[in-house]
């Protein structure tokens, strides 16, 4: 089994910054994209930012600029980032990690518990 452990999440004014971690822990023998999404009251679970392996990123429209996902494949960890934040960045974020198990297994989706973000003066 895997598991995906995220912090850094909490309360911050508008224009503040904060930083997500998430550590993948567990039978791991690889990880591919390793991603950060994000869930509004009411709303769907959308995508924030992604990183592969190689150090590729993608970032979703309404955060590229203000958000760096960045990875260290050495400690099975990515971190998220956060600047210039606003009440609409405020959502329940969650880290997604594809997760090869043993050389002989396929890639398995895993996700995080969650942690809070909110956005409030």
């Known amino acids: 089994q895997v598991q995906l452990v995220e912090s850094g999440g909490g309360l911050v004014q508008p224009g503040g910054s904060l930083r997500l971690s998430c550590t993948a822990s567990?039978?791991?023998?690889?990880?591919?994209?390793m991603a950060w999404y994000r869930q509004a009251p009411g709303k769907q679970r959308d995508l924030v930012a992604g990183i592969k392996s190689s150090f590729e990123r993608v970032y979703s429209d309404s955060v590229r600029g203000r958000f760096t996902i960045s990875r260290d494949n050495a400690k099975n960890a990515i971190h998220l980032q956060m600047n210039s934040l606003n009440a609409e960045d405020t959502a329940v974020y969650y880290c997604?990690?594809?997760?090869?198990?043993?050389?002989?297994?396929?890639?398995?989706?895993?996700w995080g518990q969650g942690t809070q973000v909110t956005v409030s003066s």
């Open positions: 997604n990690a594809d997760v090869k198990e043993s050389l002989d297994s396929s890639y398995k989706d895993y």
């Open positions: 567990g039978s791991i023998f690889g990880i591919g994209v």
